[in-house]
C-alpha cells in the first residue's frame, strides 16, 4: 500500500520561502498563511503528517528539479541525450553539454527541491521535539526524529552530488533572527554522515509501512555516503550488514527480483530489491500530484504513429548511441570492458534515417539481454505495445537519436490503472522510482571489495547480478516465444586476480545494470574518471548528432554544477561585502 504518501500537505516553514524569494526580517514576523505553524502542532498525528509532508518532496513536482536525476546524473553521465527537438526544454541543452551558466534557472529548481526536502524535514523534527511526553511516547519520538534525520541527510546528500559546496541547514537556524543566510564554506559530509547514522541506530529494522526509511535504507545510504568518500572499509560493513540481515517494510530478505524488469513494472512495486523508493500513485483523486511527474516528458513521440503508444509525448531521454554499444557482448556472453563496443565492427545495428515504412532488420550480433528493458530500438518488442516502430515514435532523430527510453514506460495492460486519467497525459504513472535498489547495493559493496583487495568476493557479488539478467524467463520475446535477439550473457568463470581488471567489470557492470537510472554521472565523478569517459563520449556522440559538435567536459570545473545565481542574490553579502554563497571553480 502507497496510502501513507497520499496525505501529502502543503507543509513548508518560512525558511523555504527564504530560500526562493528575497525578503527581510519584517517578513518572517508575518503568521504563515495556508499552513501550520510549528506551535500549532500539538499531537503526534499533527508530527506524522508534518514527516509525510517531508516525504512528499521527494515528488520535485517537476523534470527540472527531479531526484530521478535524468538530467544531472543520465543525460550528463552519457547514458542518453536530451531527446526531444533542439527547441523544447531548451534551456537543458547547455547542462547537457557542459556550457551551463549560474543563471539557468533548472539550476534553481534543482536547488529549490532539494531545500525544500530539507525545510520539510527541519520542521518535522522541531514539531516532533515540542510535544510533551504526554502528547508522543518515547519510542514514536525516536522513530519520527529518525525518519526526518534520514531524509534531511538524504536531501544533503543529493545537493553535495550535484553542487558540492553547499550549506548545511538543520533544525537549529533562526530564520526570524535572519541567520538562514548560511554560508557554504564547509563540507558538508560530516553532517550527512551524522544524520544518517543516527537513523541507522535509531530506525526500526521493519517499518509499519512501504515507503518509509527503516534502518537498513540507513544502512545503504550510509554506506553510499562513506564510498562516495573512498572509506571503502566502512562502507563495506554496512553494505554487508545490508546483505546479511536486510528487511523490507513486508520483513522478507532484501534479494534480488528473478527477472530484471520486473523493477521497473509497477505491478511489482515495493518488490524485495526495493531498499528506498519514491512512492508514486495515480487516480486518487489529487489531479496526478501523487504520480511520478519527474519523468512525464520520457515517453516515445507520436510523429504520425496511428497505432497504440504509451503516453504519445515527449521524446525525451532519448538512450545514447554510446549506451546502446556497450551492451555488445563477446560470443561468450561477456561485455568488452576494453571500450572496442564503439568500434564499426561491434556498434549496434540502428534504423536512424530509414522511414518506418521501409524494411528494416534488427541488430543480430551477441548483446546482454538488459539491453532491451532499457532501451526501446527499431523491430524490437516495447514492452505489450507491440514492435517499436523506429521513426514514428521518434520526435526528431536527428537531434536525439534512433532510440526510445524504456524502464519509466507503462504497459499497455496499465493504461488507466496505473497511469492518472485525469491530466493531460497518462504519463502519470504509478510506477515507483528506486533511489536505491538492491543489485545498486551489491555493485557499491564489490567495489568496497575490490578497493581492499578482496578479489574474488566482489566477482562473487557481480556475477549474482549478471545470473539474475541471465534468467531466459526474463528475456524479451517476440509473441511466438522466441527470444527478440541473440542475446548472450555469462559470469565471470575465471578468478579475478588483477585489480584493474576486477575494477573495471564492476564499473561496467554498474553502467549495464544501473543505465538510465540517474547513477552515471556521479559514478563518474566519484571515480575521478568523469573527464576522461566523457569527453571520449561526446566525441563519439558528436559523430552521430550535430547536437554535441564541440561540446567539452573540463577537468576541475564540469564534476559540479554552479550555485544558482539567484540564490547566492538572494543570501546576499557577509559582513565581509562578499556574497554568502560561494560560486563553484569555474563559474
Known sequence: MKKFILKVAALSIAFVIAIVTACNKSYFEVDPIGQLANNQVTTQKGAEQILIGAYAALNSGNWNGSFTNWIYGSACGGDANKGSNAGDQSQMNEIIRFEGQPVNFDFNLKWVAIYNGVARANQAIIVTNNLKPDQIPDADRRRIIAEARFLRGFYHFEGKKVFNMVPYIDENVSYSAGNFRVPNDRDIWPNIEADLKFAYDNLPEVQRQPGRANKWAAAAFLGKALLFQRKFAEAKRYFDECIERGRTAKGERYGLMEEFSQNFNADFDNNKESIFAFQASVNDGTGAANANPDQVLNFPHNNGWSGPMPAGCCGFHQPS???????????????????????????????????????????????????????????????????????????????????????????????????????????????????????????????????????????????????????????????????????????????????????????????????????????????????????????????????????????????????????????????????????????
Not at 527510453?405 to 496505473?418: D, E, H, S
Not at 524479451?476 to 522466441?482: A, T
Not at 563519439?540 to 570545473?557: I, N, V
Request: some cysteine; proline content about 9%; aromatic content about 12%.
Open 321 to 587: 548511441f554510446d549506451l546502446a554499444n556497450s551492451f555488445r557482448t563477446t560470443p561468450q556472453g561477456l561485455p568488452l570492458l576494453d571500450g572496442s563496443y564503439n568500434l564499426p565492427q561491434n556498434e549496434l545495428k540502428h534504423d536512424m534515417g530509414i522511414p518506418s515504412d521501409r524494411p528494416f532488420t534488427p541488430d543480430e550480433g551477441p548483446l546482454d539481454p538488459r539491453i532491451d528493458w532499457t532501451i526501446g530500438r527499431r523491430g524490437i518488442p516495447y514492452l505489450d505495445w507491440g514492435p517499436h516502430p523506429g521513426n514514428a515514435w521518434i520526435r526528431d532523430v536527428n537531434n536525439g537519436g534512433p532510440f526510445s527510453p524504456k524502464k519509466n514506460v507503462f504497459y499497455r495492460a496499465q493504461q488507466g490503472r496505473l497511469t492518472d486519467n485525469s491530466s493531460w497525459t497518462p504519463g502519470y504513472t504509478a510506477l515507483n522510482y528506486h533511489f536505491m535498489r538492491y543489485a545498486d547495493l551489491l555493485l557499491m559493496a564489490a567495489e568496497c571489495e575490490v578497493e581492499l583487495g578482496n578479489l574474488e568476493r566482489a566477482r562473487q557479488l557481480v556475477n549474482q547480478v549478471r545470473r539474475r539478467a541471465a534468467n531466459p524467463a526474463g528475456f524479451v520475446r517476440f509473441p511466438d516465444g522466441r527470444p527478440a535477439a541473440n542475446y548472450r550473457i555469462s559470469e565471470y568463470t575465471t578468478p579475478w586476480t588483477n585489480q584493474e581488471f576486477a575494477r573495471n567489470a564492476v564499473r561496467f557492470e554498474r553502467r549495464l545494470e544501473l543505465a538510465m537510472e540517474g547513477h552515471r554521472f556521479f559514478d563518474l565523478v566519484r571515480w575521478g574518471i568523469a573527464d576522461q569517459v566523457l569527453n571520449a563520449y561526446l566525441q563519439y556522440e558528436s559523430t552521430k548528432l550535430a547536437f554535441f559538435r564541440g561540446a567539452r567536459f573540463t577537468k576541475g570545473k564540469n564534476e559540479y554544477f554552479p550555485i544558482p545565481q539567484v540564490q547566492i542574490d538572494i543570501t546576499g553579502n557577509g559582513p565581509d561585502g562578499r556574497p554568502i554563497l560561494r560560486q563553484n571553480p569555474g563559474y
